[in-house]
C-alpha cells in the first residue's frame, strides 16, 4: 500500500524579480561592508557615539534591510501549477487562474510580448532573456475579469500581461507549458509550443 502524499507543486521562479535581485545584493552587501568598516574604525577610535560615525552605523541594518527585502521579493515571485489553478504570486499578493479560462499557453519567446510600442518596456535586466522561451497564457474573461487579474500581478504587471495575454518569463518554460497543459483540457491541453513536446500522462 503507498502511503506516499501527494508531491508538493513546484514553484518557478519569475526571472524579472530573479534578476532584480541579482542586481540589487551587490548595494545591499556594499552597505553592510562600508557600514562594518566604519563600525570597526570607529571601535577602535572610541569615537562610535559621536555623530559622524552614528551615521554610519545605521548602513548595516539598511544593508540587512535591503537585503531581505530583495531576497523575499524574489522567493515570493514565482508561479505554481496546483490542482485547483495556476498561481501566480508576486509580494504581497496572488491570484489564481482556474484552469478553465486558459484559453491556450505556449512556450514563445519573450519577445513576441513586447512588439511596436511595448518594445520600450523591455527591461535591461532582461535583455539577455529576451529571445528565450517564457510561458505565455492567453487567459478568458470580459474587461472587468482580465483588469481584476492584471491588478494581482505586483509591480511588473505591466510587462507581464497585455489585454488578454500574460507572459512570465521562468528558467524553464517547456517545463511549465507541459504542467499546465496537463491540467487543461484535451483540446486545449495539445496547444503547448516551445521547443519541447511532452505527451500527457493518462
Same mark, same amino acid.
Request: proline share 4%; aromatic share 8%.
Given at each position: &500500500?503507498?502511503?506516499?502524499?501527494?508531491?508538493?507543486?513546484?514553484? #518557478?521562479?519569475?526571472?524579472?524579480? #530573479?534578476?532584480?535581485?541579482?542586481?540589487?545584493?551587490? !548595494?545591499?552587501?556594499?552597505? %553592510?561592508?562600508? $557600514?562594518?568598516?566604519?563600525? +570597526?574604525?570607529?571601535?577602535?577610535?572610541?569615537? @562610535?557615539?559621536?555623530? +559622524?560615525?552614528?551615521?554610519?552605523?545605521?548602513?548595516?541594518?539598511?544593508?540587512?534591510?535591503?537585503?531581505?527585502?530583495? %531576497?523575499?521579493?524574489?522567493?515570493?515571485?514565482?508561479?505554481?501549477?496546483?490542482? +485547483? +489553478?495556476?498561481? @501566480? /504570486?508576486?509580494?504581497? /499578493?496572488?491570484?489564481?487562474?482556474?484552469?478553465? /479560462?486558459?484559453? /491556450?499557453? =505556449?512556450?514563445?519567446? %519573450?519577445?513576441? #510580448? !513586447?512588439?511596436? =510600442?511595448?518594445?520600450? &518596456?523591455?527591461?535591461?535586466? &532582461?535583455?539577455?532573456?529576451?529571445?528565450?522561451?517564457?510561458? !505565455?497564457?492567453?487567459?478568458?474573461?470580459?474587461?472587468?475579469? %482580465?483588469?481584476?487579474?492584471?491588478?494581482?500581478?505586483?509591480? !511588473? =504587471?505591466?510587462?507581464? &500581461?497585455?489585454?488578454?495575454?500574460?507572459?512570465?518569463?521562468?528558467?524553464?518554460?517547456?517545463?511549465?507549458?507541459?504542467?499546465?497543459?496537463? #491540467?487543461?483540457?484535451?483540446?486545449?491541453?495539445?496547444?503547448? $509550443?516551445?521547443?519541447?513536446?511532452?505527451?500527457?500522462?493518462?
Amino acid at each position: &500500500m503507498n502511503t506516499t502524499g501527494p508531491s508538493r507543486p513546484t514553484r #518557478h521562479h519569475n526571472l524579472y524579480a #530573479h534578476h532584480l535581485w541579482r542586481q540589487q545584493r551587490f !548595494f545591499a552587501g556594499l552597505l %553592510l561592508v562600508v $557600514g562594518a568598516l566604519a563600525t +570597526g574604525i570607529a571601535i577602535y577610535q572610541r569615537q @562610535i557615539f559621536t555623530p +559622524g560615525f552614528a551615521v554610519w552605523i545605521v548602513y548595516i541594518p539598511t544593508g540587512l534591510l535591503l537585503g531581505a527585502a530583495i %531576497l523575499l521579493f524574489r522567493e515570493r515571485s514565482h508561479i505554481k501549477v496546483e490542482d +485547483g +489553478g495556476l498561481r @501566480i /504570486s508576486s509580494l504581497i /499578493s496572488s491570484v489564481v487562474i482556474d484552469y478553465d /479560462s486558459i484559453k /491556450s499557453v =505556449k512556450a514563445l519567446p %519573450l519577445r513576441q #510580448h !513586447f512588439q511596436d =510600442k511595448r518594445s520600450r &518596456m523591455i527591461a535591461p535586466i &532582461m535583455k539577455q532573456h529576451i529571445d528565450q522561451p517564457a510561458v !505565455f497564457l492567453r487567459i478568458r474573461g470580459d474587461e472587468t475579469e %482580465l483588469a481584476a487579474i492584471k491588478k494581482r500581478l505586483g509591480i !511588473f =504587471k505591466a510587462r507581464l &500581461m497585455d489585454d488578454e495575454t500574460i507572459a512570465i518569463p521562468v528558467s524553464d518554460a517547456d517545463t511549465v507549458v507541459w504542467e499546465i497543459s496537463s #491540467h487543461l483540457p484535451e483540446k486545449i491541453g495539445q496547444n503547448q $509550443g516551445g521547443a519541447r513536446r511532452r505527451k500527457r500522462h493518462r
